[in-house]
């Protein structure tokens, strides 16, 4: 049996086949990255690079022969931040393999890897969401909330609209447009089927308002729709996005995961903060009494706002 010591200090035994599988695996229904992209880091702590007005300021560059050069600073060390240790174990009975003498073949071991990261990728996508959904996370001018008839799902409501004051809020105060929308189930149907809406194809659709014409109305580059949903004890789902729609400018990534280390000093709505080489699979071991050998998965990370004045929130729209 394998020792794993989970301390930031301990040493790991690693498997570079699988941890190489790990590091490229992504959810397929997964939306979180798209605000929150993943950047490496080399130490479990420190304080995180935000951005705020100055990051945008138009700096005089002229100098008089012989003067002092102006000297600008990009972004600013605002609260501290810990990476999360997090871990869990798949499991290959025996039942499952010819030969439980010998370590499981590459292919069943890459099997149990993508099960158990679906599980740690669901725990991540909930922390991003309750970051990007939470109305404290914006000032006063980066948030919406709608009600009564001002709803999407009211004939009277008014998506279009509602969209295009939310992209001129963030392009006030970054320069920039949102490159990443990310609806929830219920605020999509609220917008797909919302009579403003409909009345911009109602002479060139052949059918429901799809998401490709939907991102060119609103002209987002990016809009997904935030589709996981997660079990309590008792078993009842909910969806981890819910009546929320959230717009952002993210880095020159565009949302794409393994960004350039140096993308951490772009201003930018969010960063999963993650340890280079992470997440990483450990040497799989046998576990005699469950007759299953054993796979774990490893990863510190934490999500992060580091740019409010990039995003917008709106609530209640369905």
């Known amino acids: 049996m394998v020792d794993v010591v989970l301390n930031p200090s301990g040493v790991r035994v690693i498997d570079p086949i699988l941890t190489t599988h790990a590091l490229g695996y992504r959810h397929a229904e997964s939306v979180g990255h798209l605000l929150f992209p993943r950047v490496y880091v080399q130490v479990s702590g420190g304080q995180v690079l935000e951005f705020g007005k100055e990051?945008?300021?138009?700096?005089?560059?002229?100098?008089?022969?012989?003067?002092?050069?102006?000297?600008?600073?990009?972004?600013?060390?605002?609260?501290?931040y810990a990476l999360l240790n997090?871990?869990?174990e798949g499991k290959l009975p025996r039942e499952f393999i010819r030969d439980a003498s010998q370590v499981p073949g590459i292919d069943l071991g890459r099997g149990v890897v993508t099960k158990t990261q679906n599980a740690m990728s669901l725990g991540i996508?909930?922390?991003q969401a309750a970051i990007a959904t939470n109305a404290n996370?914006?000032?006063?001018?980066?948030?919406?909330?709608?009600?009564g008839?001002?709803?999407?799902?009211?004939?009277?409501?008014?998506?279009?609209?509602?969209?295009?004051?939310a992209r001129e809020a963030v392009r006030a105060t970054t320069g920039m447009y949102p490159n990443v929308a990310i609806l929830s189930p219920d605020v999509w149907t609220a917008a797909r089927d919302n009579p403003q809406v409909?009345?911009?194809?109602?002479?060139?659709?052949?059918?429901?308002?799809?998401?490709?014409?939907?991102?060119?109305?609103?002209?987002?580059?990016?809009?997904?729709?935030?589709?996981?949903?997660?079990?309590?004890?008792?078993?009842?789902?909910?969806?981890?996005?819910?009546?929320?729609?959230?717009?952002?400018?993210?880095?020159?990534?565009?949302?794409n995961a393994a960004v350039d280390p140096l993308a951490i000093a772009e201003p930018?709505?969010?960063?999963?903060?993650?340890?280079?080489?992470?997440?990483?699979?450990?040497q799989p071991y046998w576990e005699n009494n469950e007759k299953s050998?054993?796979?774990?998965?490893?990863?510190?990370?934490?999500?992060?706002?580091?740019?409010g004045l990039a995003g917008f929130l709106i609530q209640n729209a369905a």
């Open 55 to 80: 990051d945008f300021k138009l700096w005089n560059t002229r100098r008089a022969p012989g003067a002092r050069t102006r000297r600008i600073d990009f972004g600013y060390l605002g609260r501290p």
């Open 293 to 307: 050998w054993i796979y774990g998965v490893v990863e510190e990370s934490v999500p992060v706002q580091t740019g």
């Open 125 to 127: 996508e909930a922390e």
């Open 198 to 255: 409909l009345e911009r194809f109602k002479y060139t659709k052949g059918g429901p308002v799809t998401l490709d014409q939907f991102k060119a109305l609103i002209e987002v580059d990016q809009v997904v729709v935030g589709k996981r949903t997660y079990a309590d004890d008792a078993g009842n789902f909910s969806d981890v996005w819910s009546n929320c729609m959230v717009l952002a400018y993210v880095g020159a990534s565009g949302g």
């Open 149 to 165: 008839a001002a709803k999407w799902s009211a004939s009277t409501g008014t998506p279009i609209t509602d969209i295009a004051a």
């Open 86 to 88: 997090r871990g869990l």
């Open 268 to 282: 930018s709505y969010g960063y999963t903060y993650t340890m280079t080489g992470q997440p990483a699979v450990e």
């Open 137 to 147: 996370s914006y000032d006063g001018n980066h948030k919406l909330a709608l009600s």
